[in-house]
């Protein structure tokens, strides 16, 4: 790590250290030891503080927008879309159930309608044994909609801190920091009619009803 | 009697559709949103509205309010369905003229005991 000063410094130093120690002059020689051994110290802690330099600015700044930018431009984007897969497949299995869950029982009231002429209780019976089960599967779907619910909230979110990081992102370029408008990502909580989705067990609300008994209790408390 | 059942997810309009027919219900139209719905409502001929309250375009809340602020169908008794169970959403609900207010997830007896008991206190007054 030696510049041609450095490199010129030191001839001249050793050229004197010589001419000292040719001469018998043994104090001159100390001192411009102790100078040669002071420039070394400094050219030492010179290149440390090079290397720490480094090592703490060059690299992290590089780092972190490539880090930002991996995460805005792959990461968001796949996760937006895995989740849009998951709702789309929820969607598709629930509508094949209810098809044919609605078969079946068209089948059921066509049997029942034609075994009432007849005598076949039995028949009857088991029909109408079939046709709760399937009405238990119809109802069973309706988590096709919660669980859509709450996904589509997901996506909204995550889709909010994109936009929030691409303004940051944008802002940061350009030292403007008056961030506004779609860096608000959460919408949930808001008084007035705004939506608050489903009831999600560990993300509880003081201030929502745990069942229809209670949503029954409030409202006969305001005489319904 | 004519229903119309108002939810963004078809999974639940079907659902309700399917719990109606075995009520008795059979003659039953459907919509995705306020939007779509209010226009269908004030043609006429419906008997009684059953709708969602989160929803994309307009909210069943708004819905509801609509309904209530059109002297043409102003006494349609209304059913809110929905995930929305907030204290103050109830509240809201009530204040803006709800006949019942069903919280998803819910079963079979429960639609039933609501729509009878709706019946019920029409039939009464």
């Known amino acids: ?224 | 009697m004519k229903i119309l059942i108002v939810d963004d997810f078809s999974t639940m309009r079907r659902i309700i559709k399917n719990l109606l027919k075995e009520l008795g219900f059979s003659n039953v139209s459907e919509a995705d949103d306020g939007n779509t719905a209010l226009p269908m409502l004030k043609s006429g001929g419906f008997d009684f509205l059953i709708t969602d309250w989160n929803m994309p375009g307009m909210q069943g809340i708004d819905l509801l309010r609509n309904v209530r602020a059109d002297p043409g169908i102003a006494t349609l008794p209304v059913l809110l369905v929905t995930a929305e169970a907030k204290k103050d959403q109830i509240v809201e609900a009530a204040q803006a003229g709800v006949n019942g207010y069903i919280v998803k997830p819910f079963n079979a007896a429960t639609l039933k005991e609501k729509i009878d008991k709706i019946f019920e206190r029409i039939q009464a007054s």
């Open chain 1, 1 to 224: 790590m030696m510049d041609d000063m450095d490199q010129q410094h030191y001839l001249a130093l050793a050229r004197s250290l010589v001419s000292d120690l040719e001469r018998g002059q043994c104090d001159d020689a100390e001192r411009t030891l102790e100078e040669i051994t002071r420039l070394r110290k400094n050219a030492s802690y010179e290149a440390l503080d090079r290397l720490i330099a480094l090592m703490d600015e060059a690299p992290s700044a590089n780092k972190l927008d490539a880090t930002l930018g991996q995460i805005l431009t792959q990461e968001i984007p796949e996760i937006i879309e895995r989740l849009n897969y998951v709702d789309d497949m929820i969607n598709d299995s629930a509508s094949k159930t209810l098809n044919h869950v609605e078969r079946c029982l068209e089948a059921c009231e066509l049997v029942k309608a034609g075994a009432s002429a007849e005598v076949l209780n039995d028949l009857k019976a088991q029909t109408h044994d079939l046709s709760q089960g399937l009405n238990e599967i119809l109802l069973a779907q309706s988590f096709q909609d919660l669980s859509g619910q709450v996904l589509s909230r997901v996506i909204d979110m995550v889709g909010g801190i994109e936009r929030y990081m691409v303004q940051l992102l944008n802002h940061n370029a350009h030292e403007d920091r008056t961030l506004e408008g779609e860096g608000s990502v959460d919408r949930r909580g808001e008084a007035g009619t705004e939506p608050y989705g489903p009831r999600i067990p560990g993300l509880e609300n003081p201030e929502m009803l745990k069942d229809q008994g209670e949503v029954d209790d409030l409202l006969s408390s305001m005489g319904f």
